[in-house]
């Protein structure tokens, strides 16, 4: 089993900056995929950004990229989704979530994610 925990929630103005962490616990949490997604009220999840655990590589969803940098920190098994520029429109509970174990690959997917967090609110005002 693997535990996630998000954090670094909160209400911003428009322009600002959060950083969310997500700490992972469990015997295998380590060298998985890990991602962040987000529901926006009144819409459904959708896929945020995700990074492997060996090299780094990322993807981003297209209305993030330039302004959210995902990073992770192996040794503490935390990820970060650094989020700059936050507009109203990414107001949303962001979800932290570990893919498969040993993966070499990821994917935008939920449904190929094997965990997933309680998530943390992040409130954009205008």
């Known amino acids: 089993q693997v535990q996630l925990v998000e954090s670094g929630g909160g209400l911003v103005q428009a322009g600002g900056s959060l950083r969310l962490s997500c700490a992972a616990s469990?015997?295998?949490?380590?060298?998985?995929?890990m991602g962040w997604f987000r529901q926006g009220p009144g819409k459904e999840r959708e896929f945020v950004a995700i990074?492997?655990?060996?090299?780094?590589?990322?993807d981003y969803a297209d209305s993030v990229k330039g302004r959210f940098t995902i990073s992770r920190d192996n040794a503490k098994n935390t990820v970060y989704l650094q989020m700059t520029s936050l507009k109203p429109e990414d107001t949303a509970v962001y979800y932290c979530?570990?893919?498969?174990?040993?993966?070499?690959?990821?994917?935008?997917?939920?449904?190929?994610?094997?965990?997933w967090g309680k998530g943390t609110l992040v409130t954009v005002s205008s």
């Open positions: 979530a570990a893919g498969t174990y040993n993966s070499g690959s990821f994917s935008r997917n939920d449904y190929d994610m094997d965990y």
């Open positions: 990074i492997n655990w060996s090299s780094g590589s990322a």
């Open positions: 469990g015997r295998t949490s380590s060298r998985r995929p």
